[in-house]
C-alpha cells in the first residue's frame, strides 16, 4: 500500500457518498468513472452503521474497513476516512 490519504465528512453528510468522494480524489477520476460501491459493499448499511447512536464500549468509535476500487478503506464514526491506494496497478 502507498501511502494513506486521510479525509472527514460532516455528521449531516452520508458515509458512503464521502467514501466515493474520497475514492474520486485519491484516483483522481470522476465518481462516476469508479465502479459501485454496492459492487463491495451495502453503502446503506455502512450508513446506518457509521451513524449509529448505539455507543461502543470503553467510547471507542465505531470502525469499518474494506477494500474498494483497489483502495483500503477505513471509515470511523468520529467522521474520518482514511484511504491507501494499492501500489500494485489499477
Not at 500500500?1 to 468522494?21: C, K, L
Not at 461502543?56 to 477494500?67: D, K, S, Y
Amino acid at each position: 500500500m502507498s501511502d494513506e490519504h486521510r479525509f472527514t465528512f460532516d455528521p449531516g453528510q452520508q458515509p458512503s457518498a464521502a467514501v466515493i468522494a474520497a475514492v474520486a480524489e485519491v484516483r483522481n477520476r470522476e465518481q462516476d468513472e469508479l465502479p459501485s460501491l454496492y459492487s463491495t459493499i451495502d453503502g446503506d448499511r455502512l450508513d446506518d452503521v457509521v451513524q449509529s447512536d448505539d455507543p461502543l464500549p470503553a467510547g471507542e468509535p465505531v470502525r469499518v474497513q474494506f477494500t474498494y476500487a483497489n483502495c483500503e478503506i477505513t471509515v470511523t464514526s468520529h467522521g474520518a476516512i482514511t484511504v491507501s491506494e494499492a501500489t500494485d496497478g489499477d
